[in-house]
């Protein structure tokens, strides 16, 4: 079975908590893989996971702003579910998760994380990841805007066919800081080697962190080679 994308659930708290409820993607089915992002502006803050999630990885680089990604195996029941992550301290957060069907859950999740202090609205290169034909590929982007504007947020991918499923940011009026996050997958196998993408924010993100997550496909799952051959025609006749 191949990978396919099932679903999605977000939360986005523009105001002060210390809790990221996260309902899961209404199309989850048992056995999917689901693959949560959370994240808050009080980078100290220390996360308490809900149980039965694995934590993949988590980043806090700088003192501004804290990101992890977790992954589990959904149950019959998690479509109905809302999953909390507890954070020791109040601030601006959020939280999205995604459903795919076909992963192979005998391989561990994996995912890099970089960061970037702009001036300007510069393009923000991913980690290379190195994946397996058939595998597919996660991108997404948290970009920490101080002061924050009223202008919309925005992030762009360098690669055409990905598909963005989020892009969406905290509303405090200005100046209060503000956050914005995007995520894209291929959605398409991809072939094997190291894949990374470029993802470029508007407006300017004082500090972004910027992931690369591997979603790996079941075994035997390849991506065909290009046919062999001439593929212009003409009744048959290669054009040459």
Known sequence: MAIAYRGKGLILNTSATDNTPLPMPAGTAEGDRLVAVVGTI???STITPPAGWQLVSQYAPTNNMRTAVYTRTATA???DTTYTWGWSGFARNFGYCLAYSGVDASVATSAQATYAQQSQAAPIATPALGLAS???LLTFAVGRENPGTDTPKQWTNS???DVERFDLFTAN???QIKLSAALWDSGRPLP???AQRTLTPAPVMALAHV???RL???EGDTVPPPAAGDPWTYFGMPLR
Request: glycine share 16%.
């Open 192 to 194: 094997g080697g190291s």
């Open 134 to 136: 058939g595998d597919w």
């Open 42 to 44: 009080l980078p100290t």
């Open 216 to 218: 790996a496909a079941p």
């Open 173 to 175: 009026a200005s100046p």
């Open 211 to 213: 992931w690369s997550v």
């Open 77 to 79: 029941t998690d479509k």
């Open 159 to 161: 690669d055409g066919q």
